[in-house]
Nanobody, 128 residues
Framework: QLQLVESGGGLVQSGESLRLSCAAS????????IGWFRQAPGKEREGVSC???????NYAEPVKGRFTISRDDAKNTVYLQMDSLKPEDTAVYYC??????????????????????WGQGIQVTVSS
C-alpha cells in the first residue's frame, strides 16, 4: 500500500520560498496522480496543485505563477516549490495519491473519492 510522508514545511516571511516534499513508499509514485492540498484554521481543505501519472499539472488560481509541482521518479518523491509566499498561504499542507493508476489527468478536489492515501500533513506558516 502506498504511504506518503510530507516534509519541508516551516516558518518563513512573506516573499520567501519553501519546497515541500511528498515521499512515497510501498509503490512507484509515477503510477499515481498526486495532489497537494491545504487547510487553514477554520477553513475547508482546498486543492493547491496536482500532477498526473503522465506528468500533466494543474494549479489553483491563488498559487498560479508562484507554486510549481514536480516529480522525481528516481527519488519516488513529488515536490511543491512555493515562491513569493504570502500570509494567506499559511496552512497545513497535505499530499495525497489517486488510487486510479496511470491517468492522464489529475484531480484537485480534496473530496474526490479516489484520494485514499494521504500524508500526515505539514505546517507552513508565512509571517507578514
Amino acid at each position: 500500500q502506498l504511504q506518503l510522508v510530507e516534509s519541508g514545511g516551516g516558518l518563513v516571511q512573506s516573499g520567501e520560498s519553501l519546497r515541500l516534499s511528498c515521499a512515497a513508499s510501498g509503490d512507484r509514485l509515477d503510477y499515481y496522480g498526486i495532489g497537494w492540498f491545504r487547510q487553514a484554521p477554520g477553513k475547508e481543505r482546498e486543492g493547491v496543485s496536482c500532477i498526473s501519472s503522465s506528468g500533466r499539472t494543474n494549479y489553483a488560481e491563488p498559487v498560479k505563477g508562484r507554486f510549481t509541482i514536480s516529480r522525481d521518479d528516481a527519488k519516488n518523491t513529488v515536490y511543491l516549490q512555493m515562491d513569493s509566499l504570502k500570509p494567506e498561504d499559511t496552512a497545513v499542507y497535505y499530499c495525497a495519491a489517486d488510487r486510479r493508476t496511470h491517468q492522464r489527468m489529475c484531480v484537485m478536489r480534496p473530496n474526490f473519492s479516489g484520494y485514499e492515501s494521504w500524508g500526515q500533513g505539514i505546517q507552513v506558516t508565512v509571517s507578514s
